[in-house]
């Protein structure tokens, strides 16, 4: 039996892209055309063109991530009058306008006829069959894609048109927003840079992307990949309208911004696991210090104890004093660690009363004799001979000098200086040490940094919070701390002032 498109089994056409894909289609697109020719290889199907007398390009813009637009404006450019019907997709509306300048026979949404493929075809080639019928109405927007947020405004940008996703995405109603200007969608966090960006493109004939975030109706934000498409007048060449397509992305900003606030968590969850274990390997090192000390001194008194008095009283009180020093001390590590938190949270209630620096200097470095012992290490502490006293919270002061010094004696060679210094002005405490020295001179404050300068050895020393103590103390205090290179020993100076004058 005659098909009922007679004329169109004398024809030839060429299935493109994804639709050459759908064997079912093709199998019934062969039985109304006399060849059929399918391809989804843009250099195939210039080829087929060139080599075949093609009457009909029917298939889709791209296909597989890959766009057929080079191609097609070839052949549009050696033939014109090709007929082509092209499908588009959400993923092409990057393309639209040069798909547009194309002029296709036919431009249509393949989510929405996809159902309707060989309808289609045999529309196209009956169009072609019969020369005396045309389609005299482009149909711009067949090619509008669903998801979108489409509006089309005048030269002034006062909107025209607005789809109905327009209005489920924004709030506003065609009533609301038609005649309006673009502008009461604008966020005011945009500069106005991106406006006169967008001006001086359109205006000029161009089409201008950009991400922009804007502004819904109920004040929300609604972030959107747009595009702007200025269309001319075909006689005059002047610009008579602009077509806005905006594709919302503020779901998948948002996605992504959970997935990376997570990745985040999760990093700082891991770091902050490595930091705990880090700090108990640390500070168990800590304690051994004055835990043998106290054991070894402790150990020497009792094996002696039934010749007690053949050792001579001065070193029997020597090591007496070593085991509470070296308690003293462990008392402050713990202390420290406990008061940490409350520091950090602002929790620590201070004690103020007049004392005497050089004693309170001389009684920190007299508790670090042991630490000093065992490191093989020479404190040297020179005052100005000036007797100077300060209001403050004596035993916190203690701290941020003690930390100071256990610092010098673990990462110096060979000696500490500690001198005293003040005028009318301030007072100066100053720790200098031998040893390397410090380079990152601000992160060694910083919780759990002991090594800027990444050296291995240094990391086992401390517990890493102890100049994380002092940079907090000193600030409640109204002390400043600062690391310097020493000039005379070669490694690092601490320098702890305290303004008595502002």
């Not at 920190?364 to 020179?382: M, R, S």
């Not at 100005?384 to 919270?393: K, L, M, P």
């Not at 890493?464 to 290179?485: P, R, T, Y």
Request: hydrophobic share 40%.
């Amino acid at each position: 039996m005659k098909h009922i498109f007679y004329e169109a089994n004398q024809l030839s056409a060429l299935i493109i892209g994804d639709i050459a894909q759908d064997e079912d289609f093709v199998g019934l697109a062969r039985n109304i055309c006399k060849s059929l020719h399918v391809s989804v290889s843009a250099p195939q199907i210039q080829k087929m063109v060139l080599e075949s007398k093609i009457d009909l390009i029917f298939g889709t813009l791209s296909c597989q991530g890959v766009s057929y637009l080079k191609v097609l404006q070839e052949i549009k450019q050696i033939n014109p009058k090709m007929e082509v019907i092209l499908f588009l997709k959400v993923a092409d509306v990057d393309y639209l306008y040069d798909a547009l300048a194309l002029k296709c026979s036919r431009y249509l949404y393949m989510k929405e006829e996809e159902e309707h493929l060989f309808k289609h075809f045999k529309d196209g080639l009956d169009v072609i069959s019969h020369k005396d019928i045309f389609l005299k109405d482009t149909q711009y927007f067949n090619v509008l894609i669903e998801s979108s947020v489409v509006s089309q405004s005048d030269i002034k940008g006062n909107v025209t048109y607005i789809n109905d996703n327009f209005t489920k995405v924004t709030g506003y109603t065609k009533e609301e927003i038609l005649g309006k200007n673009h502008r009461i969608l604008r966020h005011p966090a945009n500069g106005p840079e991106i406006f006169k960006d967008m001006w001086g493109t359109i205006t000029q004939g161009k089409v201008w992307r950009e991400r922009v975030l804007n502004k819904n109706k109920d004040g929300s934000d609604f972030w959107a990949d747009t595009i702007i498409i200025p269309f001319k007048d075909e006689k005059s060449g002047e610009i008579i309208q602009y077509i806005a397509i905006r594709r919302d992305i503020t779901q998948m900003l948002e996605e992504r911004r959970a997935i990376q606030a997570r990745e985040i968590k999760a990093n700082e969850q891991t770091k902050l696991s490595e930091a705990k274990d880090s700090f108990l390997i640390l500070f168990t090192h800590e304690l051994k210090t004055p835990l043998n000390a106290i054991i070894n001194f402790s150990q020497y008194l009792y094996k002696n104890m039934h010749r007690i008095e053949e050792i001579p009283k001065e070193k029997r009180i020597h090591l007496l004093e070593q085991i509470y020093k070296s308690a003293s001390m462990m008392l402050e590590n713990v202390t420290s660690i406990l008061d940490l938190s409350k520091l950090r949270n602002h929790k620590i209630n201070y004690t103020y009363t007049l004392f005497n620096l050089k004693e309170s200097i001389q009684d920190v470095i007299d508790k670090h004799e042991a630490l000093a012992l065992e490191n093989k290490k020479e404190i040297v502490f020179q005052d100005d001979g000036i007797e100077s006293y300060i209001s403050s919270d004596e035993f916190r002061f203690k701290q941020i000098i003690a930390n100071i010094l256990s610092n010098a004696i673990k990462y110096g060679n060979s000696s500490v200086e500690v001198f005293l210094l003040s005028d009318k002005d301030k007072i100066e405490i100053i720790v200098e040490d031998d040893g390397k020295g410090i380079s990152d001179k601000e992160g060694v404050f910083e919780l759990y940094e002991q090594s800027a300068g990444g050296n291995t050895n240094m990391e086992k020393k401390g517990t890493g919070i102890g100049l994380n103590f002092v940079k907090l103390l000193c600030a409640d205090l109204g002390f400043s701390c600062v690391i310097e290179d020493s000039l005379s020993l070669g490694g690092a100076k601490f320098i702890v002032t305290k303004k008595l004058k502002d």
